[in-house]
């Protein structure tokens, strides 16, 4: 019987062919990411709490998409306006969360850039509008407002779930 090293079997891992980071360099990373990123969850949850959840939350995508529907208070500014309208529209002492349509689309991360080119505070809303309604929050459409239930094969019963 042939004995194989742990560094050899470890090298044989897709997970493990790549180490991980170090400790201090994962802490890092994992700090830096949190301060780009907001979950929908605990966006929804600072938007139903009582008094100014402290951030403005602003949706990039085109008209006919926010139509269908969007954040409850939300901005609407297309990230190609951004650079013409953002002064108009925003307060640059107040941070801004943004999104787009899901995790397959950068429209939240480009409008993001463009604001924080001209000296914003911003960060990125993770699921975008897709993961609001999987997880049942309410959202409003050029009709009024709806809710839809969560997605039971997707959104946690409740945070706990998901370990968060």
Avoid at 20 to 37: E, K, N, Q, V
Wanted: hydrophobic share 45%; aromatic share 8%; proline share 8%.
């Amino acid at each position: 019987m042939v004995m194989t090293s742990h560094s050899t079997a470890l090298a044989a891992n897709p997970v493990l062919r790549v180490p991980p980071a170090s400790p201090a360099a994962a802490a890092a990373y994992f700090g830096a990411s949190l301060a780009f990123h907001a979950d929908v969850s605990d966006v929804a949850s600072a938007l139903a709490a009582d008094g100014d959840p402290g951030f403005v939350v602003l949706d990039s995508r085109s008209t006919a998409s926010w139509d269908q529907g969007h954040l409850p208070g939300a901005v609407h500014l297309p990230t190609a306006l951004i650079p013409e309208q953002a002064a108009a529209l925003l307060d640059p002492a107040v941070p801004v969360v943004t999104y787009c349509w899901g995790p397959g689309c950068n429209g939240a991360t480009r409008a993001a850039l463009a604001l924080a080119q001209l000296g914003f505070q911003v960060k990125e809303m993770l699921g975008g509008f897709e993961y609001w309604v999987r997880e049942g929050f309410a959202y409003e459409t050029g009709e009024g407002g709806e809710r839809r239930a969560a997605d039971p094969l997707t959104a946690p019963v409740d945070a706990a779930d998901c370990g968060c």
